[in-house]
């Protein structure tokens, strides 16, 4: 029988798997649950701590606004305990906000957020994918308005490349091939594709504490011994009435 390498549940138990992916298996409640081997180890890890990381930062917060939602493989989860309003350019049925659960979804261009006012939520959660914006320091900075005082923001799969030159030219190398398979630019808005050293400091200086996923402990060794290693870290903010 296949189980989720996540929640750890048989994949046929209704209800039992926390993630939608699709690289999954049709799960009996038209989720999906993962196949062994089919996602990296190290994000399966790394998503299995996220899973923690709202449980543990989201108690007792009411509305929920979740920025890079994807398929929802987060907000099922989200949605158990909090209103939440997923967000994402996407509404592909599988991979994208069509693959929805019980949850509200909008798609939209995730660089604008004007359409919301201020202190509209108690809680931000930007998922992944937050080296892909055009400033993403700036990014999160204008989005702390979004959140009431005593709200919380999460970061999560904050990838730090102190050298990032080994991954330069892995992204030149990607979106070359793509953009000659394809013919359409590789990234949806003009950005590096990439956090560095200073995006740490920079976010560490408008109020988050960037912090280690302590299930990537080997690739945190590993940062500090091979300067081209990346750094995997989530990133916490909490909106007092000081700040």
């Known amino acids: ?31 999906y649950a993962y196949q062994v081997g089919a996602m990296p180890p190290f994000l399966a890890r790394i998503r299995s701590a996220d899973r923690r990381l709202i449980k543990k ?16 493989w987060l907000t099922h989860q989200l949605a ?22 019980a949850w509200h979804t909008l798609q939209m261009d995730l660089t604008d957020l004007s359409i919301f006012p ?23 900075q204008q989005s702390q308005r979004l959140i009431r005082p005593g709200g919380c923001i999460i970061l999560l799969n904050l990838i730090f490349h102190c050298n990032p030159q080994r991954r330069i030219e892995q992204l030149l190398k990607q979106a070359t091939q793509f953009e000659a398979r394809h013919h359409v630019p590789y990234l949806i808005n003009p950005s590096r594709g990439y956090l560095d050293g200073e995006d740490r400091t920079q976010f560490q200086k ?21 300067s081209t290693a990346p750094l995997y870290c989530y990133g916490i903010y909490h909106l007092t009435t000081h700040n």
Not at 58 to 67: D, N, W
Not at 120 to 138: C, E, K, M, S
Request: contains cysteine.
């Open 80 to 101: 158990q305990n909090h209103h939440v309003l997923a967000l994402d350019y996407s509404d592909h049925p599988i991979t994208g906000l069509g693959a929805k659960g």
């Open 118 to 140: 201020d202190g509209q939520f108690d809680a931000l959660v930007i998922n992944h994918g937050l080296h892909l914006f055009p400033n993403p320091v700036q990014y999160v």
């Open 57 to 72: 930062y989201l108690s007792g917060y009411q509305s929920v606004l979740e920025i890079g939602a994807a398929n929802g």
């Open 1 to 31: 029988m296949l189980t989720c390498p996540i929640c750890g549940e048989l994949i046929t138990k209704p209800n039992s798997c926390i993630a939608i992916d699709p690289t999954l298996k049709t799960h009996v409640d038209v989720l």
């Open 206 to 226: 408008i109020g988050f504490k960037i912090r280690p996923y302590f299930v990537m402990w080997r690739a945190w060794l590993k940062s500090h011994i091979q």
